[in-house]
């Protein structure tokens, strides 16, 4: 069965967020186009927020938007 493919503006999105809570900086968003590059850095914040609130681990599973 064939899979498709995500949406780019989603799948930049998770991958900004998975970096954002394993901390990393917002430095080394890979993405040029503009609206690709929104999406990575709202994921990264929210990332990050949720680092800070103590959302990692398994108390954050539930917060991870692959799943």
Known sequence: ???QKRD????A???????G???????????ENEQ???NW????REGRSDQWDGMTG???VH????I
Do not use: E, N
Request: include cysteine; charged fraction near 25%.
């Open 13 to 19: 999105f998770d991958r900004g967020y998975h970096a």
């Open 8 to 11: 780019m503006g989603t799948r």
């Open 58 to 60: 398994v108390s954050g």
């Open 1 to 3: 069965m064939k899979r």
């Open 63 to 66: 917060r991870i938007p692959t």
């Open 36 to 38: 690709q590059r929104m």
């Open 21 to 31: 809570v394993s901390g990393r900086s917002m430095d080394i968003c890979p993405h």
């Open 41 to 44: 850095l709202s994921g990264w």
